[in-house]
């Protein structure tokens, strides 16, 4: 099986940031990382953001999780469709607008 990058950059409804960094980081993570396929799961909070020509909001929160599958997209679509069940509780301070989701695998490295 591949390794793959699933990156997600997220943030919080105004005023809910903190409420949303620890449901994300005691809850989320955890849930995610149970999932098959899902073989970590880190969460960072950012620190810089540079957009160039998109009208794209200032994330606050970038996770990153590897995956070992044969079909990333299957993956992530089975974690997609898992969320909001009692086994991967959402929280309503995740604000979905602009939030965007990128699988990736790697194809170059310089140590």
Known sequence: MARYQFI???RAKP???EEFIAW???QHLVD???QPGVVSAR???T???KVYTLDAPQWALLTIYELESDDP???????RAKS???EMPETDALDKDGMIIVVGHQIGEVA
Do not use: F, H
């Open 8 to 10: 997600v950059l997220s």
């Open 15 to 17: 005023g809910r940031e």
């Open 24 to 26: 994300y980081r005691d």
């Open 32 to 34: 995610v990382s149970k």
């Open 43 to 45: 969460l960072y909070r």
């Open 47 to 49: 620190d810089y953001q």
């Open 73 to 79: 997209q299957a993956t992530v679509e089975a974690i």
């Open 84 to 86: 909001g069940l009692p």
